[in-house]
Nanobody, 120 residues
Framework: VQLQAYGGGLVQPGGSLRLSCEVP?????????MGWYRQAPGKEREMVAA???????DYADFVKGRFTISRDNAKNTLYLQMISLEPEDTAVYYC??????????????WGQGTQVTVSS
């Protein structure tokens, strides 16, 4: 079972990016919560945004109003739309799926990470 995250890149301050995470249907359908995390060099991984199976969204204070998390159930894909990007948003972004029950012995699955760099 592998999550495929993509969409990162180099963008100028104030720019936008959309991250995508393709999730195998076998776990997308039983996900309790799906989310995006990020890890900057020398820092711990932190939650950016999350969305429940019921559609409730939660955001870290530092991205409220700038980032939007969404999911496409038909495409088994999780998204993170990011606008007004700041240099402080530079990090590797990871998608995460937390399951209602274990698959292959695991409750949590992570994508491989996609680099977002905000710089002029």
């Amino acid at each position: 079972v592998q999550l495929q995250a993509y969409g990162g890149g180099l963008v100028q301050p104030g720019g936008s990016l959309r991250l995508s995470c393709e999730v195998p249907g076998s776990i997308f359908s039983i996900a309790n919560v799906m989310g995006w995390y990020r890890q900057a060099p020398g820092k711990e991984r932190e939650m950016v945004a999350a969305i429940t199976s019921g559609g409730r969204r939660d955001y870290a204070d530092f991205v409220k109003g700038r980032f939007t998390i969404s999911r496409d159930n038909a495409k088994n894909t999780l998204y993170l739309q990011m606008i007004s990007l700041e240099p402080e948003d530079t990090a590797v972004y990871y998608c995460n799926v937390n399951l209602a029950w274990r698959v292959n012995g695991k409750l949590d699955y992570w994508g491989q990470g996609t680099q977002v760099t905000v710089s002029s």
